[in-house]
């Protein structure tokens, strides 16, 4: 199992970045940087590839509707050039809020344009000739659209490698299906291993079956917050107004993701009230409603032997790669949580 972590949206990532260093030397596999309404991932990345030498670097995720899939094409492969083949390509539909709230683009068919991007940014990646003839991204247009000047182009560089692998973010039944088909990785959130094959078994058998073997297994990044101790039980409360922000405010009523996967884990009483109260502006009581068992499942927060047997629960479900959240006082302590449990997952 392979250990990363994700950088903070927050202010100090120069300083965070430099941090990784230590993270590096710790054992620490990859970083996976967020892009939501934050500054944008990309230039974060290019900055880690000059400040780190091992590590490889996710985009954990490229929205798909705010770039074409060309542009994203032509990124992933500069950020790969940059980094020496370390980059790995994180897309993903984010949701409605995002998407048509900050980017002012249509949240619509986001099955189609993952599976079209994916298959543009091979094509690109690959050297060829690009034809666009998908539903949402093709040449020709119809009579009366474009000037008609459109011609097949390939990518000018030599890329660092022809198949950058890539990650998508999925929570959906039909999207994780896609992801199990297409993808390299796939990275769902509030991970809870005794109920992933209940909520995602059949989705993942499904686009498993329709795999092309050249891809490999399916890497399944699972994220959690990590504190080792007798008494870090309260580490816990951390979580509470992130898992609030995601199943309460990240979508409107009967169209977040978040919420529909909190009500199929069995919490559908605690979801419909964390939502309302998150809707209603009543933030810190809509992160009191999260449930604790909630927390403490999708969490590695307790005593050594504790997280020993929450790593093989994960390792027992199929995740693969593991991105922690240390949380200690100081950043010699982060990194020793870091270096405990690259070596509790290496026993594994």
Not at 42 to 69: D, F, H, K, N, W
Not at 170 to 182: F, I, Y
């Amino acid at each position: 199992m392979r250990i990363g972590m994700s950088l903070s949206y927050a202010g100090g990532f120069k300083e965070t970045v430099q941090e990784l260093a230590d993270y590096e030397r710790a054992g620490l596999d990859i970083v996976f940087v967020p892009e939501a309404y934050s500054f944008d991932a990309v230039s974060q990345m290019g900055y880690i590839a000059a400040r780190t030498e091992r590590l490889q670097i996710a985009s954990a995720i490229l929205p798909l509707y705010s770039r074409t899939p060309t542009l994203t094409a032509m990124t992933a492969a500069g950020l790969d050039h940059v980094s020496d083949g370390r980059f790995v390509l994180g897309i993903g539909a984010s949701g409605p809020q995002v998407i048509e709230g900050w980017h002012g683009v249509p949240y619509s068919a986001p099955l189609d344009r993952t599976r079209e991007t994916i298959e543009i940014c091979r094509a690109v990646w690959r050297r060829e000739r690009l034809e666009h003839h998908g539903t949402h991204y093709r040449i020709p247009l119809p009579p009366g659209e474009g000037t008609g000047l459109g011609k097949p182009l390939k990518l000018i560089n030599r890329p660092e490698r022809d198949r950058i692998p890539i990650l998508i973010a999925a929570l959906g039944p039909k999207n994780v299906a896609l992801t199990a088909e297409l993808a390299e990785g796939w990275k769902p959130i509030l991970y809870l291993p005794e109920r992933a094959g209940q909520v995602w078994g059949a989705a993942l058998a499904e686009g498993r079956a329709k795999r092309d073997p050249a891809l490999g297994e399916l890497d399944i990044v699972a994220t959690a917050f990590l504190a080792i101790g007798a008494d870090v039980e309260g580490v816990l409360d951390l979580a509470r107004p992130g898992v609030a922000l995601y199943v309460g405010g990240m979508g409107a009523k009967g169209r977040n993701f978040y919420n529909d996967l909190v009500r199929r884990y069995g919490y559908e009483r605690e979801a419909e009230q964390i939502q309302d109260l998150y809707l209603a502006g009543r933030k810190d009581e809509a992160a009191a409603k999260v449930p604790y068992q909630l927390l403490k499942d999708t969490s590695l927060i307790g005593t050594e032997s504790y997280v020993r047997e929450r790593l093989a629960a994960l390792a027992e479900s199929g995740v693969t790669t593991l991105s922690v959240t240390p949380v200690a006082g100081t950043h010699a302590d982060r990194v020793r949580l870091i270096e405990r449990i690259c070596d509790l997952a290496a026993d594994l």
